[in-house]
């Protein structure tokens, strides 16, 4: 007998980030992971006439790599390591935190008045989680045509086709666009699990609408995947092996124990670690109260107020 591949729909969850509204699509209750990828928010579109709609302050990481994708607009990133850079669509920046950074994302000066896309985050294997940050942008991802649509590969690898981007273990994060009555079919490792999201338009994979305000898990076992639309849509695919390590994820930091977690958290408080990000003019953000260790062990995995 043949097994039926998983396919399950976890509804996202709104919350703020700042001011901006945006949809939590990772981790939700009861789905933490996919491959890799251990956190993802989706913002936007919207538009604004001034301002800044995007100013997240001074914040640490550890454990992760900041994973940003645009459809439309531009965020300013500069970190503790001296790194600035605005990204764009079609372009993706990869901070990779190891043992500790800090960043500030924040619209610039200069911009296009609309804010559509994602962060994700990837948790980093115990052999590279400690080692030294870097960041890492790329004006223009590969992308592969065909009749049915585009595959923008901003992480990883699919059909042949690999992201400048630098992980450090096996992934797939793309951004498919399926051209007006368009059936567009994309490759997957049948040993790795797989999600999609609706980023635009409507979609339907393998004849069953997909919801968009919904993470659609994609079990092992498929070989590939076919989406379809009647008036064009995008679709975010993300994938990856089922993450061999138990993470422990608190507010922006991915660990393993609840003391490498306390830890971080002192050493943000205490301006230890992370180093200051000069570009930034304006206060950092306070790390919330840490819940009892015991408490976030009993709890599990547990995110809060991620940027
Ligand atoms: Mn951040």
């Known amino acids: 007998m043949e097994l039926t591949p998983a396919r399950v729909a ?13 949809m939590r699509a990772l981790p939700v209750r009861e789905r933490r992971m996919v491959g890799p990828w251990c956190f993802l928010d989706r913002f936007g579109p919207m538009t604004f006439a001034g301002g800044k709609p995007m100013d997240v302050a001074p914040h640490p990481h550890i454990g992760l790599q900041t ?3 645009l459809l439309d607009g531009e965020i300013q990133h500069d970190d503790s390591l001296g790194c600035a850079a605005v990204t764009r669509p079609g372009g993706v920046s990869v901070m990779t935190a190891g043992g500790g950074v800090a960043h500030t994302e924040q619209t610039p000066p200069d911009h296009s008045r609309v804010l559509d896309g994602v ?3 990837v948790a980093l294997p115990d052999s590279h989680r400690n080692g030294p940050a870097s960041f890492s942008t790329t004006p223009d991802v590969p992308v592969i045509e065909s009749p049915a649509g585009l595959v923008r590969v901003f992480s990883g690898t699919i059909g042949g086709v690999t992201s400048p981007a630098p992980h450090r273990s096996p992934i797939l994060g793309t951004d498919l666009e399926i051209h007006p009555s368009g059936a567009l079919e ?3 490792e049948a040993s790795w699990e ?3 999201q609706v980023l635009r338009g409507t979609v339907s994979l393998e004849g069953e ?7 659609h898990y994609l079990g092992p076992g498929r070989a590939s995947a076919v989406l379809s639309s009647t008036a064009g849509a995008r679709v975010l695919l993300i994938g990856g092996p089922p993450f061999p390590e138990p993470i422990l994820m608190w507010w922006n930091f991915v660990a393993r124990t609840p003391e490498e ?5 002192e050493d943000w408080l205490r301006h230890r670690r992370f180093g200051e990000v000069k570009a930034y003019r304006g206060a950092r953000l306070d790390a919330p109260q840490l819940t009892r260790p015991g408490a976030l062990r009993a709890a ?3 995110t809060r107020d991620g940027a």
Do not use: C, D, F
């Not at 976890?10 to 945006?22: C, Q």
């Open 67 to 69: 994973v940003t994708w």
């Open 186 to 188: 994309v490759p997957l």
């Open 261 to 265: 977690i306390a830890a971080a958290r």
């Open 119 to 121: 962060q994700l985050w």
């Open 10 to 22: 976890y509804p996202g969850k709104t919350v703020m980030l700042g001011s901006i509204p945006v």
């Open 194 to 196: 797989h999600a999609l």
């Open 300 to 302: 599990g995995p547990r």
């Open 209 to 215: 609408a997909l919801g968009n305000e919904q993470l």
